[in-house]
């Protein structure tokens, strides 16, 4: 099994940035990638990024490219999402998520291929 706790919600008017932190335990080496996921109310989740775990390779939604980075720190088996530029649009609870297969360019970006789910962090941008 593994663990995710997400921590570094909050709220933030429009324009700040925001650093989201996901940080693993268990069984983590099991793990392929971490992407993270935002859900806002009435919508369906949608993907926002994804980072693997061993080669550090990134994907990011077109509605985050050039404003969200997402990271890994293998040591502490913590994933990161620093948020710049944060728009109202970006409300949403944040959830990360661990696949534990690996992630193909067809499949990073839907929920199905992540097998484990933190409980989300709320995320409020005010104008």
């Known amino acids: 099994q593994v663990q995710l706790v997400e921590s570094g919600g909050g709220l933030v008017q429009a324009g700040e940035p925001l650093r989201l932190s996901c940080a693993a335990s268990?069984?983590?080496?099991?793990?392929?990638?971490v992407g993270w996921f935002r859900q806002a109310p009435g919508k369906e989740r949608e993907f926002v990024a994804v980072?693997?775990?061993?080669?550090?390779?990134?994907y990011y939604a077109d509605s985050v490219k050039g404003r969200f980075t997402i990271s890994r720190d293998n040591d502490k088996h913590t994933v990161y999402l620093q948020m710049n530029g944060l728009k109202p649009d970006d409300t949403a609870v944040y959830y990360c998520?661990?696949?534990?297969?690996?992630?193909?360019?067809?499949?990073?970006?839907?929920?199905?291929?992540?097998?484990?789910w933190g409980q989300g962090t709320q995320v409020t941008v005010s104008s």
């Open positions: 998520a661990a696949a534990a297969g690996a992630l193909s360019s067809s499949s990073y970006a839907l929920p199905y291929p992540y097998d484990y």
């Open positions: 268990g069984r983590i080496f099991s793990t392929y990638a």
């Open positions: 980072v693997s775990w061993s080669e550090g390779t990134t």
